[in-house]
């Protein structure tokens, strides 16, 4: 099956400091790739949805300027978490969309990055 | 704004028997649903989905049941197997957008 791969899969920085997260497919291009957030015992919340060559789209509560995510090619996608505070301690995760079939089943997800920020 | 809810952080089961997990959503609008499952260190991958004009799929040991009227979905293991221990996401959608998410139920099956 296809695979999104993410790195890092953890991550601990000091508050103030800005952290890049990567998601790359890896046998498929994918056009569009999705940021989600889960804090423990919450659903997996959609941050924002990255458009290859275009600027992402935010979700509502989503601060743009503190979670840039730039898609400058069909496989790579990247979120930087700028001035990170202890409250952006989260676990982000990654998925790309195989524009190859239907939709939720051509969804494909990274490992994920658990952030700890001290 | 949690559209969809796993009210189960947790289901525990023996060793063939069957493992029901629950999921309710808010959005009357959304049409799509599906199912997503995690392995520690992996990422989640897809089980299985149903339509909104469905009531039932099934795909082998996995049967995915739609109440539209009650907002309720569930997933039915059987029988169900170590193996099979996993965090399960129930996920939505409407018009194949983007999706929203449950918090997950994690499934531990007993030897």
């Known amino acids: 099956g296809a695979v999104v791969s993410q790195h890092p899969s953890w991550v601990i920085c000091k508050s103030g400091t800005s952290v890049k997260i990567e998601c790359r497919s890896l046998?498929?291009?994918?056009?569009?790739m999705f940021w989600y957030r889960q804090f423990p015992k919450q659903s997996l919340m959609l941050m924002a949805t990255?458009?290859?060559?275009?600027?992402?789209?935010?979700e509502q509560g989503v601060e743009k300027d503190k979670f840039l995510i730039n898609h400058a090619s069909l496989t790579l996608s990247t979120l930087t978490v700028t001035s990170a505070h202890p409250e952006d301690s989260s676990f982000y995760i990654c998925?790309?969309?195989?524009?190859?079939?239907?939709?939720?089943?051509?969804?494909?997800f990274g490992s994920g990055t658990q952030l700890s920020v001290l | 704004d949690q559209q969809v809810k796993q009210n189960s952080p947790s289901l525990s089961v023996q060793e063939g028997r069957i493992s029901i997990l629950n999921c309710d959503y808010t959005n009357s609008m959304f049409d799509y649903f599906l199912w997503y499952k995690k392995y520690p260190a992996e990422g989640p991958t897809f089980l299985i989905s149903i339509s909104s004009i469905k009531d039932k799929n099934e795909d082998g040991r996995f049967t995915v049941f739609l109440n539209k009227s009650a907002k309720h979905l569930s997933l039915h293991i059987v029988p169900s197997q170590p193996g099979d221990s996993a965090v399960y996401f129930c996920?939505?959608?409407?018009?194949?957008?983007?999706?929203?998410f449950g918090a997950g139920t994690r499934l531990t099956v007993k030897p």
């Open positions: 998925s790309a969309r195989d524009p190859g079939g239907a939709w939720g089943e051509k969804l494909f």
């Open positions: 996920a939505a959608s409407v018009r194949n957008n983007d999706m929203r």
């Open positions: 046998d498929f291009q994918a056009t569009t």
């Open positions: 990255s458009n290859e060559g275009s600027k992402a789209t935010y």
